[in-house]
């Protein structure tokens, strides 16, 4: 074996070694000051803005105030996951990212349905049951 | 070529039972909690959500909230979650005082999201907005509380391993141990951004 295969070899074995290590430890990586410091630089700008535009009042249509908010929140929460909680696609073979996407559809399937169901209840109250109507406040 | 051929019935079958480290689960069990939490959330959202409206000819979240307070309190939360990406990154330099020291900061600024927290609870309650006030308030209190719940039993929990490194120093369990309540304190700060997103700031517009 000439110098250099032996070389190669031990750099690989060293890799591996790395590689398996690293698997063990927690499954995750755990970032870099860069990564952290983009990760909260994004949220404190992406958290500014929401609290900027309410507090100044809005814009003059609520749904577009409303509408940027939600919008700079889902973007927050995903820089959150990216850079703080490390997701990715990678860490315990996929499993991290299964569980993820299992949540976030049942969350949906939860929120939307509890919101839609119950206006619909609401606004389909018989009018004698309905408060707003009685002037018992709503 | 003969590795090859040693190897190739593991592609479809264990030849031998193949061994974990302990706690090589740990991760993605912990991940698992934390989405059964973030479904407990989900919930408490909804129910947000529904009532968040209904306040029985009581006080409305413009009566009551205080945005600047909420700023700072998200700042704290969002300083928390900066500085124990700094201890995890100590840790991973095997930097036991780093470690110790980005953790203190950690619970500093956490023990202040605690206490700002409770100052507008306390408040609330003394303006007679307290949860029985209206679903809107009941609804708010469980949200609300059960999320300073959480960052609380995170506090304790950020002891309890401050205690536990600076007495055994950072062994692979505290290393396991400070990954997972890293996972818990940022899914806490993930939480809190749809709190101050939907609680306060839309109930304010």
């Not at chain 1, 995903?78 to 991290?96: A, I, K, P, Q």
Request: charged share 10%.
């Amino acid at each position: 074996m000439t110098s250099i295969e032996a070389q190669g070899d031990k750099h690989h074995a060293q890799r591996r070694a790395e590689a398996h290590g690293d698997h063990h430890d927690d499954g995750h990586d755990h970032g870099s000051f860069r990564s952290y410091m983009t990760g909260f630089i994004l949220s404190v700008i992406l958290t500014a803005i929401p609290f900027a535009i309410v507090m100044g009042g809005g814009f003059e249509s609520r749904f577009l105030t409303a509408a940027v908010v939600v919008g700079m929140a889902i973007v927050q929460i995903l820089v959150h996951m990216v850079y703080f909680l490390h997701m990715n696609t990678r860490s315990d073979e996929g499993w991290t990212m299964m569980a993820l996407i299992f949540t976030v559809v049942i969350l949906v399937i939860v929120l939307a349905g509890s919101l839609w169901v119950m206006y619909h209840m609401n606004t389909n109250m018989m009018p004698q049951m309905n408060h707003e109507a009685l002037g018992l406040g709503s | 070529m003969s590795t090859v051929t040693q190897q190739a019935p593991g592609d479809f079958w264990e030849v031998e039972p193949h061994h974990h480290h302990e706690g090589a689960s740990t991760s993605i069990g912990f991940w698992v909690y934390l989405m059964s939490d973030c479904l407990m959330f989900a919930i408490l959202f909804a129910t947000f959500g529904v009532l968040g409206a209904s306040y029985a000819a009581g006080p409305g979240p413009k009566d009551l909230f205080d945005l600047e307070l909420v700023a700072l309190n998200t700042a704290f939360l969002l300083l928390s979650s900066i500085t124990y990406g700094f201890a995890m990154l100590a840790m991973v330099k095997n930097n036991k005082n780093g470690t110790l020291g980005w953790l203190a900061v950690t619970l500093v600024f956490g023990l202040a999201f605690l206490g700002v927290e409770l100052y507008e609870f306390n408040h609330l309650i003394h303006l007679g907005a307290g949860p029985q006030r209206s679903a809107f308030l009941s609804s708010f209190f469980a949200l609300v509380g059960t999320h300073g719940l959480h960052v609380a039993f995170g506090c304790l929990w950020l002891v309890t391993l401050m205690i536990q490194v600076s007495q055994r120093g950072l062994i692979p369990a505290n290393r396991r141990r400070l990954s997972c309540l890293s996972m818990f304190w940022h899914f806490l700060d993930v939480i809190w951004i749809g709190v101050f997103t939907f609680v306060y700031l839309l109930g304010m517009i």
